[in-house]
C-alpha cells in the first residue's frame, strides 16, 4: 500500500534507453560494416567449399551454390591426395596434436618463468638477455634453419620429437617472454614483498602468488601458441620425418600443388577444417583471453 | 647474509638458473645463428654453406639487385601503412566493442577469427576477391555502377595496397583483443573521474587512457612489428611477389635466394641487412627501456 | 630335444629373413591427384620387390629441396629424392652426399637406352652417374581453343606467326589472345619456348650452353625479344595467376591459346575436352617442332646401413624398366626415358612429343645448362618484363646479356 505513493512521485530505476538512439546506431552500424569487410572471405570460402567444380569454374565467386554438395569436406578429410596417401587431412591430425600440445606446455612454462625471473628478480644482464630475445622475434625463420639443424645435429636430436618441441619453445620465447614480463611486472608489488617478507623463495613465490593470479594470461599465450604452432608447417617437416608431418603438410599439399588440377572446393575446406582447432579455443576461451593481457585487473 | 658470498654471480641464484632457457637461447640461437648467417654472407655458398670467402660480392650484388631494393620499399610502404592502420582499427574497435555493446562475444570472435587462419588460403580468397573478372570489381559493376575500378593487384603500382588489405583483415582481429583487455583492465573509477570532471570522451581516451595502456601497446607494437618484418606466407599466396617483382618483400627475397636460386650467400647478405636495421631500432629502445629505474615496462 | 631345437632354430630362422622387408623414404613433391596416381606406380613396383615405400611428399619444389637439404645437413638423410634433371643437385654431389649409381647404370645400360643422353649427362660428374632419370616433361606447347576461334571467325592458326596475326580478329569478338598466369616462371618459360621454337638450335645452344654473349644481344635473340614483346601485348589483359587458371581460361574459350608445357594436358582431360575438336596443342609453336627434355630424376643420399642400400639399388633399378616406365608415364602425362618401350594407350598430343622424342627434335631444358641462379634471375627479368609495358625489348635483351655473362 504505501507503493502507491511513490508511483506518482520519482520513477524509480535507470532512464529506459531507446534502443535506436544515435549512439546505438553509430556504435552498432560501425560495427556491422566493419564486420562485412572481416566477414566476406568466410562467405565466400564456405560457398565456395559446398559447390562443385564445374560451377566454380564459372566463376561466381559470391553467389551461393546452386546445387549444395558435401563432397568437397569429405574429400578434404579423408580423400584428397597429399601425396601417396591420399587420406586427406585426418592422415596429420594426430601428428599435429603430438606436436602441438608439448610445444604449447613447454614453451608456455619457459617462457612464463622467463618473465617472471625478469619482472621481479632483477640480476646483472638481465637485460640484455631480454634486448637480444627481442631481436630474436624478428628475424624470419627460414633464415635460421640450417644454423639450428646443425646445433640439433650435434646435440643428436635432429629429427625427433624433443627437438621440433625446442625449436617451437624458441622462436615463441620472445613475445611470450615479454608478454609474461609485462603482466608480472603490472602486478601490485605488494604483494610480492609480502611474500618475500615472509621467507618465501623463487619458486614458492611463482607457484603459490603469481600463479593463481594469472590464469587470463596463461590463456592469452595458449592462444598466441596454439594458433601459431598448429598453423606452423615448415618446422614441422624440417625437422621431423614423414610418418611424423603435421596436418599442415598435408593441407599445403592439398592446396598448393602447382602441376595438377585445383580443386578449389576441396581447398577450402581443408583450410577451414584445419583452422577449426585454433578457432574453437578462441571461441572457449574468448571471455578468458580478454581479461587476460588487463594490466591492472587485480586489484591489491 | 653470510659474508662469504659477495660475488654477484650468485646473488639471485634460484632466478639465473631459471632463466637459463633464455639465456642458452639468447646466446646460442639468436647471437649463434645471427653469427653464423653474417659469415656465411661473405661466402659463395649455392645450395650447401660453404667457406668460399667473396668478400662483398654478395652485398654488392644485392644493392645492384633491382628486386631487392623494391622489396625494402615495399616493406616501408607496407610497414608504415601496417603499423598505423593496425592500431588504428584495432583501437577503434576495441573501443567501440568495450562499450557493453551487445553480441559481443560474436563481434569478437568475427574480427578475431582470421587469425587463425593460415595465410595460403587466405591470400587466394583475398586474390579472388580483388580479382577484376569476378571480384568485387565486377559485382558493383553489376549493380550498375559500370566505371567502377577496383583493380589493385594486377596494377604495378598499387598492388601492396592489395596485400595491405589482406594483412590487415588477417591481424587486426589479434590487436583490437589485446587492446581490448588493456581496456578493460583500466579501472572504471578512472572514467567516473573523468566524467565529473567533463572531459569529454575522446579527449579521455587519448590523454588519460592511451598512456595508462602502455605496457600493452609495446607488447603489441612488437608483436606487429615482428608480424611486418617476417610476412612472406601472405605476398607468396596472394599475389606470388607479382605483377613482375612489384610486391616483393626482403623475407621473400631472402626465401627465393636460399632455396629457389640455390644461392645461400645472397640469401645470408640480404637476411643480414634486415638484422642490422632491426638492431639499428632495437638498441636505442633497449637503452630507453632499460637505461631508467625499476619497474619501467 | 636336438630335433626340437634345430626345428625352433629352422623357424626362427625363417621369420627372421621374412622379416628382412627394408623401409626406404622417398622424398617428392607430387602431391596432386594425377601425380599421386604416378608416383604409386613407382610404389608397387617398389613394394613388389618385398620392400617397404616410405612416402614423403612435400608440395612445392623449392620447399621439398629446403626440406631435402635440412635432412641431410641434419645427419637424417632419406633414401631416395627427387630433384629435377639437370643442375639442380650439383653441389650436393660434389659435397660428395649423394650415391654413385654408376654400377647400376652399366648393369642395366642406361646410357645406351636413356634417350636423349643429356638426361643422363645432367647427372654425370667427373664419368660417374649420380641419378636415375624417370620422365620427360617438355614446355614447347601452345594449346589452342577451338571455340575462341570460332566465335570470333578465325581458322585456329597453325603456329606462332598465325596466332599472332589472329589476335586483333579475337580482340574484337572481346577475346583474350592469350592466356598467361602472372607469375614468373611461367612467363620466362613462354621466353624459353620461343628460343627454343623460333630459332635454330645452334643459337639457343650457344647462349644458354657456351653463354655467348655475342649472340645473346644479336639480331637472332632480338626476334625473340619481339616475340615476347608481342606475346606480353597478347596477354596484356590476362589477370590470373596460376597457370591452370590461365588454362581454364582456353577451355572455356575466353582466350584464344596459352604457351604451357605438357601437363596442362591434364586440365584439358579433367574438363572432358576433345583433342583436336575442343583444343589443338602445337609442338614447338607449330613453327619448329623441337621439345625440350626437362622432367624429374631421383637421386640417392649415400647411406650407412647395408639393407637400406640395397633397397635403394632394388629402386634405382625398377625405376627404368619397361613396365613401370609405362606405367607411371601414362599416368603422369609425361614421355618415357626408354626410346625401346610401347605407349600407344597415350592420347593424341602425347603421341606427337613421341614421334619428335623419335625424331630426336630435343633440346636440352635450361635447367640442365644454367645453374638455379641464372635461371631465377631470367624469371625475374621476365616478371617485370611481361608486366611493366615502359621497358622496352631492347632494355629487356641488355639486362638478359647481363645475366648470361654472369652465368657459370
Known amino acids: 500500500m504505501s507503493n502507491i505513493g511513490n508511483i506518482t512521485n520519482n520513477p524509480r530505476g535507470p532512464k529506459p534507453k531507446r534502443v535506436l538512439s544515435r549512439r546505438n546506431i553509430f556504435l552498432y552500424g560501425t560495427l556491422l560494416v566493419i564486420g562485412l569487410y572481416y566477414a566476406v572471405p568466410l562467405y565466400v570460402m564456405v560457398m565456395t567449399s559446398l559447390k562443385g567444380m564445374p560451377e566454380i569454374r564459372m566463376g561466381n565467386i559470391f553467389s551461393p551454390p546452386m546445387e549444395i554438395t558435401f563432397e568437397p569436406w569429405v574429400k578434404a578429410w579423408a580423400e584428397a591426395c597429399t601425396g601417396l596417401k591420399c587420406q586427406g587431412l585426418s592422415s596429420g591430425f594426430w601428428n599435429s596434436v603430438i606436436i602441438t600440445v608439448p610445444s604449447v606446455i613447454i614453451s608456455i612454462a619457459i617462457a612464463s618463468v622467463n618473465g617472471y625471473a625478469l619482472a621481479n628478480w632483477r640480476f646483472r644482464g638481465a637485460n640484455i638477455f631480454f634486448t637480444i630475445l627481442i631481436f630474436g ?154 581479461r587476460g593481457i588487463a594490466a591492472g585487473a587485480v586489484k591489491g | 647474509m653470510a659474508s662469504g658470498r659477495p660475488n654477484f654471480l650468485f646473488r639471485n641464484k634460484t632466478a639465473k638458473i631459471a632463466a637459463i632457457p633464455m639465456i642458452l637461447t639468447a646466446l646460442f640461437v639468436f647471437v649463434g645463428g645471427t653469427a653464423w648467417t653474417v659469415t656465411y654472407s661473405f661466402t659463395k655458398s649455392g645450395l650447401l654453406p660453404k667457406l668460399k670467402w667473396v668478400g662483398f660480392a654478395q652485398y654488392d650484388r644485392l644493392w645492384n639487385t633491382k628486386k631487392w631494393l623494391v622489396a625494402i620499399e615495399n616493406l616501408a610502404i607496407y610497414g608504415i601503412c601496417m603499423l598505423i592502420l593496425m592500431f588504428l582499427i584495432g583501437f577503434i574497435l576495441a573501443a567501440l566493442i568495450d562499450q557493453k555493446v551487445r553480441f559481443e562475444n560474436t563481434f569478437r570472435t568475427v574480427i578475431l577469427y582470421p587469425y587463425a587462419m593460415s595465410f595460403v588460403v587466405t591470400g587466394l580468397v583475398w586474390q579472388w576477391i580483388l580479382n577484376p573478372e569476378f571480384g568485387l570489381e565486377r559485382i558493383v559493376r553489376d549493380l550498375g555502377w559500370e566505371s567502377f575500378e577496383f583493380n589493385p593487384l594486377y596494377n604495378s603500382e598499387i598492388a601492396i595496397f592489395g596485400v595491405l588489405i589482406a594483412g590487415l583483415w588477417q591481424g587486426s582481429g589479434l590487436v583490437m583483443v589485446l587492446m581490448l583487455a588493456g581496456l578493460r583492465g583500466i579501472d572504471q573509477e578512472i572514467w567516473k573521474a573523468a566524467r565529473i570532471d567533463g572531459i569529454p570522451t575522446w579527449k579521455t581516451y587519448i590523454l588519460i587512457i592511451i598512456p595508462m595502456m602502455r605496457p600493452v601497446f609495446i607488447t603489441t607494437l612488437v608483436i606487429v612489428t615482428a608480424g611486418i618484418v617476417k610476412v612472406y606466407d601472405l605476398i607468396v599466396a596472394q599475389t606470388s611477389g607479382g605483377p613482375g617483382i612489384s610486391t616483393e618483400v626482403p623475407a621473400k627475397y631472402v626465401y627465393d635466394a636460399m632455396f629457389t636460386a640455390q644461392n645461400l650467400g645472397q640469401g645470408f647478405a640480404a637476411s643480414t641487412m634486415m638484422l642490422l636495421t632491426v638492431v639499428i631500432v632495437v638498441i636505442p629502445w633497449a637503452i630507453l627501456e632499460f637505461g631508467g629505474t625499476k619497474k619501467s615496462v | 630335444m636336438k630335433v626340437i631345437r634345430s626345428l625352433i632354430a629352422a623357424t626362427t630362422a625363417l621369420t627372421v629373413s621374412a622379416a628382412n622387408a627394408t623401409d626406404l623414404e622417398v622424398m617428392h613433391w607430387w602431391t596432386s591427384g594425377g601425380e599421386a596416381a604416378a608416383v604409386n606406380e613407382f610404389a608397387k613396383a617398389f613394394n613388389a620387390t618385398g620392400n617397404n615405400w616410405v612416402d614423403a611428399a612435400i608440395v612445392g619444389g623449392e620447399q621439398a629441396r629446403s626440406v631435402m637439404v635440412s635432412r641431410i645437413l641434419g645427419g637424417d638423410p632419406m633414401g631416395a629424392f627427387q630433384f629435377n634433371h639437370g643442375r639442380q643437385a650439383e653441389e650436393l654431389i660434389e659435397a660428395g652426399v649423394l650415391r654413385d649409381i654408376t654400377d647400376i647404370a652399366e648393369a642395366e645400360g642406361w646410357t645406351s637406352m636413356v634417350n636423349p643422353p643429356s638426361l643422363l649427362a645432367a647427372c654425370t660428374v667427373d664419368g660417374r652417374v649420380y641419378c636415375a632419370p624417370v620422365n620427360i616433361h617438355s614446355w614447347q606447347w601452345l594449346w589452342l581453343s577451338h571455340k575462341a576461334y570460332s566465335d570470333a571467325g578465325v581458322d585456329v592458326p597453325a603456329n606462332w606467326d598465325e596466332f599472332v596475326a589472329a589476335a586483333p580478329a579475337l580482340e574484337k569478338a572481346g577475346i583474350l589472345p592469350m592466356a598467361m598466369g602472372q607469375q614468373g616462371w611461367q612467363q620466362s618459360g613462354a621466353f624459353n619456348v620461343f628460343m627454343a621454337s623460333l630459332l635454330p638450335s645452334e643459337v639457343f645452344m650457344s647462349v644458354y650452353g657456351d653463354k655467348d654473349t655475342a649472340v645473346a644481344g644479336g639480331a637472332d635473340v632480338a626476334k625473340v625479344f619481339k616475340a615476347a614483346s608481342d606475346a606480353r601485348e597478347m596477354a596484356a589483359n590476362s589477370t590470373v595467376q596460376n597457370w591452370n587458371d590461365a588454362t581454364n581460361l582456353v577451355i572455356t574459350g575466353k582466350a584464344g591459346g596459352q604457351i604451357m608445357g605438357d601437363w596442362a594436358q591434364g586440365e584439358f582431360s579433367v574438363a572432358g575436352s576433345v583433342a583436336g575438336k575442343d583444343y589443338s596443342c602445337l609442338p614447338g609453336l607449330g613453327s619448329n617442332p623441337r621439345l625440350s627434355t626437362g622432367g624429374d630424376a631421383f637421386y640417392f643420399p649415400v647411406l650407412k646401413d647395408a639393407a637400406q642400400i640395397k633397397a635403394q639399388t632394388e629402386l634405382a633399378t625398377l625405376m627404368l624398366k619397361p613396365d613401370t616406365q609405362v606405367a607411371f608415364n601414362l599416368k603422369k602425362g609425361s614421355l618415357p626415358v626408354r626410346g625401346d618401350i610401347d605407349l600407344s594407350a597415350a592420347n593424341d598430343c602425347m603421341q606427337k612429343g613421341l614421334g619428335l622424342l623419335a625424331d630426336g627434335a630435343l633440346l636440352p631444358d635450361t635447367n640442365m645448362l644454367v645453374t638455379p641462379d641464372t635461371n631465377s634471375q631470367i624469371n625475374d627479368l621476365f616478371g617485370q618484363f611481361f608486366t611493366d609495358p615502359s621497358m622496352s625489348a631492347a632494355d629487356a635483351q641488355k639486362q638478359f646479356v647481363d645475366i648470361i655473362a654472369n652465368a657459370d
Open chain 1, 137 to 290: 622475434a624478428f628475424i624470419p625463420y627460414q633464415v635460421m634453419i640450417y644454423p639450428i639443424v646443425i646445433m640439433l645435429r650435434e646435440m643428436g636430436i635432429y629429427g625427433t620429437l624433443t627437438g621440433l618441441v625446442i625449436v617451437h619453445t624458441i622462436f615463441g620465447m620472445p613475445i611470450l617472454t615479454l608478454l609474461f614480463r609485462n603482466y608480472f611486472s603490472s602486478l601490485p608489488e605488494e604483494l610480492f614483498k609480502a611474500a618475500r617478507v615472509d621467507g618465501a623463495g623463487f619458486w614458492s613465490i611463482l607457484f603459490r602468488v603469481m600463479l593463481p593470479m594469472s590464469m587470463p594470461i596463461f590463456t592469452v599465450a595458449a592462444i598466441l601458441q596454439i594458433t601459431g604452432i598448429w598453423n606452423d608447417f615448415l618446422f614441422g617437416v624440417v625437422f621431423t620425418g614423414p610418418e611424423a608431418y603435421p596436418m599442415t603438410a598435408q593441407l599445403n599439399s592439398i592446396v598448393n600443388s602447382t602441376t595438377g588440377v585445383r580443386e578449389y572446393n576441396v581447398n577450402m575446406a581443408a583450410t577451414i577444417l584445419t583452422a577449426l582447432v585454433p578457432l574453437s579455443i578462441y571461441f572457449i576461451s574468448g571471455k578468458l583471453f580478454v
